[in-house]
């Protein structure tokens, strides 16, 4: 993309009512834009990082097996009365009349609706195991939202729901689930713990809360420093070896790890006092187990194999998608602004035009625009006839991870600079040597 | 994918609430659940057929320097009042009151927020053309929704706005649109004509609707025959090339082609007679040029080069993103289920092991189905234990456009039967020709 014919609203001011840098910085970015209360507009650039986050969502969960689909925002109330929670949800319910009169509310969670999409077609224990998601937005009407992304009314979450004959079958699913989110994470760049959570609203027995660590967090959060030193990694998993993945699970939560919600000083003491830590954390992801709580509430049965109607074991998970932007920021940022992981980066690597017009200048920036688009990579080229301060200025906000800077000087001695966005180190190389230099830090991800 | 482990519910029944053809496939396939009255759950391989029909979308609006964009699906009315449209919408919009009073709508179109993003970033000439789009759910509270997707409460519409300095400039927009959706509607199969239309509640000058030819078209439409002969094919345009694009305008409808609501006698008395046609049509898409009525409205102005302050001329363009699959359906069927063009089809190519266990069949499926993944493809294989009967008649009806099915005779000679579903063709030959021929078929989409 040619910025000349972007869109990209960086604000000169800082915009005051950002009380955290996240939010601030992707105002500043023109990422977004507040719509109303708690609801934001995505500017291309945030949609485009909205956009790279549902991809590796998708991959994924597509990994494990798991099957997306679509459930629509606008909901009866009807299923939720069959469950009890229309009554049960209070206030962060949106609550509507369609002209009909009838009862109507903007889907908070979608445990009701896909249940009955379940008990609508499978009757059998032969079509489980099972498990449905999808990415939709959402509506929980905060009577306080703020932190932009992190709070917001409308956003974007992953949902999923498993169904499973037995609970030892749920199990393995909810262990599937941990191992897809750690990976997921991962390649945002970000490192979210599992913590032993509170069931909440959903109900359940079993669940974690992933955490990133950030001081803005909203929870307060308790661990062993162990953990931090976890990575999943590219390690091959068979979805299928439960073995295999009980085994990330026992390894990524048999250290003390909890939220305020669910800390136990007696236990927390036991673990060694130089390995014991507090901080705060954002909330970017959760894992249940809850067993036959819908499935017995709306009769989602299956026969089983000796001809028995059970209930299914069911469990959700879900990932919020709009809300790892502000996490993301939150993580990984300095003074001058964003810095984008190479996973979720909007664009891979900015290309800046030191002078504009200058022939030798703009023929080595066409080549390596043009070069980066054949590669398959999504180039950002700063080619508007403005200063360098602003140029480098607007560079540093939007946090691109790489940047290519062409000079005349350079030029003239057949070289561009590369510069890190994150150490900032610049380095001199031919053309060639940038254009490989990128491909191959971008053909590992 | 492996059909044992997909979530794929084809209905043995006929719904009895279908009333149109590309419904009933709809539901029969699988593809859709009817969550409330015109509100749709989108299965696995509907969401599948929708993904594919937004990527066309995004990529032929990219190619024009369209830009992407997301807005919220709840809006506040406050905007809605400024522009006069909040009383004027009437029973369709579904209108909210949030928790804490205010008055909110479900955008059933986006006019006034894109407009407000675009008077709150952007002041000078300079920054303009600009034309940005999006994705998004939006919802018409019909008052008989029915047709399934075809006219559902809750559905899935690209809708794009171009700001320009000009007239001159906006109607190249204008034409830049018709140009894309061209492309858009043939990439998936469908011809979609041009017809002159009325502008109806959003107002303006100039607008097209796009029509595809259906006996169950909601309205009635007027041509000239000879547009049925036009293609746009896969010519280059340079979109900057403004007498490219009207060229193509021009090509396109200086034949006659209205729906009732503009049909002039007349003038279509005028055209030749033998080739004077009335049909029915499906509306999947519309463009408008409405000038600055809601850049006035709103107060969006750009400094000109001579420092005077103008209104933008504004177009809006929309493509009905979900309606796509009812009208594709419409379009392409036959009595045993859907055909789907190769362009939108949820797999590329199915597989059907006549003899689930049998160690040659067994082998020979895998081995495509690993071929066909390596080369990118997604296809859909058939290993359940099955009759022949149910699971011919269940690829059939989900209308894969091309099969490969692999039985214990051909096997032994080392060849696979080869079928187009479209015209029921089929051909033997080995496993590697099977491959090559799917390939070359899906290389050149």
């Keep these: ?41 995505w500017l291309p650039m945030g949609y485009k990082v909205l956009r790279r986050i549902e991809q590796i969502v998708h991959e994924e969960q597509a990994r494990a097996g798991h099957l997306a689909m679509l459930m629509p925002t606008m909901q009866s109330a009807d ?26 509310l903007f889907t908070p969670t979608a445990e009701e609706l896909v249940t009955d999409v379940f008990r609508a077609n499978v009757n059998s224990y032969k079509d489980l195991p099972l498990t449905l998601y999808q990415i939709q937005w959402k509506f929980r009407d905060e009577v306080r939202p703020r932190f932009g992304v992190m709070r917001g009314r409308e956003f974007l979450m992953k949902d999923g729901y498993n169904f499973d004959l037995t609970k030892e079958d749920a199990l393995h699913a909810y262990n599937r689930h941990l191992v897809t989110y750690l990976r997921t994470y991962e390649r945002m760049g970000l490192q979210a713990i599992p913590m032993r959570a509170d069931s909440g609203p959903i109900g359940g027995d079993d669940t974690h809360e992933f955490l990133v660590l950030a001081e803005t967090g909203e929870s307060e959060v308790f661990y062993d420093s162990q953990i931090t030193d976890l990575t999943f990694g590219d390690r091959e998993i068979d979805f299928d070896d439960r073995a295999a993945c009980q ?82 920021i939150e993580a990984s940022h300095d003074d001058k602004g964003i810095i984008w992981p190479e996973g979720v980066t909007p664009f ?26 054949t590669a398959g990579l999504d180039p950002l080229y700063d080619d508007r006839d403005e200063r360098a301060g602003a140029k480098f200025g607007t560079m540093d906000m939007i946090g691109l991870p790489w940047r290519i800077t062409v000079g005349p000087r350079g030029v003239k001695n057949g070289v561009v600079e590369l510069t890190c966005r994150r150490t900032g180190e610049a380095e001199e190389m031919s053309v060639s040597d940038a254009v490989a230099r990128i491909k191959a830090i971008y053909g590992g991800i």
């Design 1 to 41: 993309m040619r910025m000349s014919r972007y869109f990209l609203p960086v604000l000169k001011e800082t915009p005051r009512e950002a009380q955290i840098v996240s939010h601030r910085l992707m105002l500043q970015a023109g990422l977004i834009k507040q719509a109303s209360a708690g609801i934001y507009s």
């Design 79 to 104: 299923l939720w009365r069959e469950s009890g929670r229309y009554d049960a949800y209070g206030d962060e319910m949106l609550r509507v009349k369609d002209r009909g009169g009838r009862d109507m």
């Design 348 to 373: 891979h690597v900015g290309i800046l035009n030191m002078r504009v017009g200058d022939a030798g200048c703009d023929s080595v920036c066409d080549d390596l625009y043009a070069q980066f688009q």
């Design 247 to 328: 085994a990330v699970m026992d390894e990524f939560t048999s250290r003390y790890a909890r939220t305020d919600e669910t800390h136990d000083a007696a236990l927390f003491a036991e673990v060694p006092e130089e390995r014991r830590r507090t901080a705060r954390g954002i909330e970017v992801g959760q894992i249940f187990y809850f067993g036959t709580k819908y499935s017995e509430a709306l009769g989602a049965t299956v026969q089983t194999r000796d001809g028995d109607s059970v209930p299914v074991h069911m469990g959700s998970h879900g990932i919020g998608v709009s809300r790892l932007l502000g996490a993301i």
